[in-house]
Nanobody, 123 residues
């Protein structure tokens, strides 16, 4: 599975951005899509997730401001980011959790990462 993230940019505090993550390849092997961010000098953190079944989860720091959604027809997951704060400034990455099976029927779990997209929140 290949992932292509886009939609980052420079926005003022209180503004909005929508990130997109387009998946290609073995789409049926995807069990979840996750958005992470890495702020300068900090470790990568999980921001939001959406499972194949449609369940969503968010980091406490973004609850009520960010919304993860998907368009199955376009193989795309979105991260709508509202009420952006300077502390949201980071490189944002999307990742896919994958489940495949060997010829012997044994499950194999892996992860595929997209390239990052920079989000800068500044006046």
């Amino acid at each position: 599975v290949q992932l292509q993230a886009s939609g980052g940019g420079l926005v003022q505090p209180g503004g909005s951005l929508r990130l997109s993550c387009v998946a290609s390849g073995s789409i049926p092997s995807i069990t979840a899509i996750r958005w992470y961010h890495r702020a300068p000098g900090k470790q990568r953190e999980l921001v939001a997730s959406i499972t194949r079944g449609g369940s969503t989860d968010y980091a406490d720091s973004v609850k009520g401001r960010f919304t993860i959604s998907r368009d199955n027809a376009k193989n795309t997951v979105y991260l709508q980011m509202n009420s952006l704060k300077p502390e949201d400034t980071a490189v944002y990455y999307c990742a896919a959790d994958l489940l495949d099976y060997t010829d012997l029927g044994e499950p194999q779990v892996s992860r595929s990462w997209g390239q990052g997209t920079q989000v800068t929140v500044s006046s």
